[in-house]
């Protein structure tokens, strides 16, 4: 495992009950075109095999092709990774998906991407949980936000991705946490900002613990929020389709309010397999707030075409432990 690399592959093909996958989200300049394409591997005893997964952001059709794993190689030096014919790294994607589900081909490149920060004791999005070892899943953020040029074919449909934006993040390990919420977006109204935050049921010693992790980017600066920085969730409630979000770190506070669209199907791992099915949107909206502890208010936004999964069984989780 490369801790200080989290993009390139972590495993090995010899990994039994492990998953790998990375996540490339695509939004065009006029935002009418949404895709998210996902590479990866599945090593389990019943069927170890690569895959790409798709879901379209504005539909939420989606569609998981099979490849086998001799289809799949990658570097251990530097990110690039390819599933058949198609070749994905931290600049540019390559597809070539020629399938009975779906034809997609094209080159989208990328520029202008901007780096989660990094250091020694704090190597990417998890810090120094990254040296904790047997943990089921780790997450990483290998491009906050970028510019994106170039075109795809979807099923002989031409679609112009030139000056949309683009977001890339990855998780690693043999199982997806039993619940979570994710949301995800840099498509602003009024800003180039970035939002991802995340809050999972981590298991741990035969017990387990709320965890969470995120940031706000704007104007050029992080703003973390995360069990590592001591950050502490302020508000978690799901209601007729609106998520609401709150944040208290040692200095800011964040509050993001989601409402929830169209979403699609996607498979994620246990165990390795790729078994469970779980709900995505690529196309929600968001109203974020950060402020200062006097509740002096810094920035105040909307964003569209977010990210957002929603694995309920994390409300009580949150509540039990806030009222121990």
């Known amino acids: 495992m490369n801790v200080f690399k989290p993009e390139v592959f972590q495993g090995n093909l010899s990994n039994k009950n492990y998953f790998e996958g990375w996540y490339f989200k695509h939004v065009s300049k006029d935002l009418e075109h949404v895709y998210s394409f996902i590479p990866g591997i599945s090593l389990n005893p019943e069927n170890p095999h690569a895959f790409i997964q798709i879901i379209n952001g504005l539909t939420g059709s989606t569609q998981y092709i099979e490849y086998p794993l001799s289809s799949f190689s990658f570097s251990k030096n530097t990110f690039i990774v390819q599933v058949g014919d198609s070749v ?8 070539n998906i020629n399938s009975p ?10 520029s202008g991407n901007v780096k989660y920060p990094s250091s020694m004791v704090s190597p990417g ?29 979807v099923n002989g449909e031409i679609l112009d991705f030139s000056g949309g934006k683009g977001y890339i993040e990855k998780d690693w390990g043999t199982s997806f ?17 970035c939002i991802m935050m995340s809050i999972a049921k981590i298991p741990w010693l035969g017990s387990f ?19 590592y920085h001591k950050s502490k969730i302020t508000a978690l409630n799901l209601s007729d389709e609106i998520l609401t979000l709150g944040f208290k770190g040692k200095k800011y506070q964040l509050k993001v309010t989601a409402k929830l669209k169209n979403s699609g199907i996607l498979l994620a791992p246990k165990s390795g397999l790729m078994s469970r099915r779980i709900k995505e949107s690529v196309d929600s ?40």
């Not at 589900?101 to 990328?110: E, T």
């Not at 992790?213 to 050029?220: C, H, R, S, T, V």
């Not at 402020?291 to 994390?314: N, P, Q």
Request: net charge negative; with cysteine; charged share 20%.
């Open 125 to 153: 999005i998890m810090g120094w949980y990254s040296f904790v070892p047997l943990m089921e899943c780790k997450h990483g953020v290998v491009s906050v936000s970028h510019r994106i040029d170039g075109t795809l074919s």
């Open 101 to 110: 589900l779906i034809k997609v081909s094209g080159r989208l490149s990328y």
């Open 88 to 95: 994905f790294t931290a600049e540019s994607m390559l597809l």
């Open 285 to 324: 909206e968001l109203e974020i707030v950060l402020s200062d502890h006097k509740g002096t208010e810094i920035y105040r936004d909307a964003a569209f075409r977010a990210g957002l999964e929603v694995i309920e069984g994390i409300f009580e989780i949150v509540k039990i432990k806030e009222k121990r």
């Open 177 to 193: 946490p039993e619940s979570w919420i994710w949301v995800q977006s840099n498509n602003f109204a009024n800003s180039d900002a």
């Open 209 to 227: 613990f709320t965890g969470f992790l995120g940031f706000l980017y704007y104007k050029d600066t992080f703003y973390p929020f995360s069990t």
